[in-house]
């Protein structure tokens, strides 16, 4: 009796759909979508982020900082828009290289600076010292390439990621008041 190993793969994209977005991207390089959020706040730390049409995203703090720990803090939504922007990423470079993945997963983790307490008191810190100060990034992935392949793969999307871009570089900030 011979056993069979069955591999069975994510669901993939539109390869075709990719190469014409790829194309559009190529003949006009300054090209730029638009993300917007509107975030209303619900009392305590917990506040809701509507986003298009979707379900709102909520945020709350945990209990030691005087949140309710209903849902994930700000900092983790952050590291899960990281790790959605990575395997995303991921699986556009894999789909264009014609690599079939079996399995993507991604372990995020960041140390935070929040000793200035929001801003309220604490300690006198710098914008730099506030924040996540280190992100550590594990990728489990597996697929019909070899490991040096996968390897070049998770390299090649974190370079072109654009929310790990934004996180690693500065970015013009603006901040006031509404009409």
Not at 69 to 77: D, K, L, Q, S, Y
Not at 106 to 135: K, S, V, Y
Not at 165 to 177: A, C, D, G, H
Request: with cysteine; proline share 6%; aromatic share 8%.
């Amino acid at each position: 009796m011979s056993t069979e190993t069955v591999t069975t793969y994510l669901r993939p994209i539109d390869r075709e759909g990719l190469l014409k977005f790829a194309a559009s991207g190529r003949e006009n390089p300054e090209r730029k979508g638009s993300n917007k959020v509107h975030t209303v706040m619900q009392g305590q730390f917990r506040s809701w982020s509507y986003v298009g049409t979707h379900n709102p995203v909520v945020v709350d703090e945990p209990l030691h900082l005087f949140g309710e720990n209903t849902v994930p803090a700000p900092g983790e939504i952050a590291l899960s828009a990281l790790g959605g922007c990575l395997s995303v990423g991921i699986t556009a470079v894999a789909t264009y290289r014609q690599v079939k993945l079996s399995r993507l997963e991604i372990f995020l983790e960041a140390d935070i600076g929040n000793t200035a307490a929001w801003g309220a008191g604490g300690a006198e810190r710098l914008p730099l010292q506030m924040g996540f100060q280190e992100i550590r990034v594990k990728v489990l992935i597996e697929g019909d390439a070899s490991r040096e392949e996968l390897d070049d793969i998770v390299k090649h999307a974190n370079y072109f990621s654009p929310v790990a871009n934004t996180m690693r570089n500065p970015v013009p900030f603006s901040i006031s008041l509404a009409d």
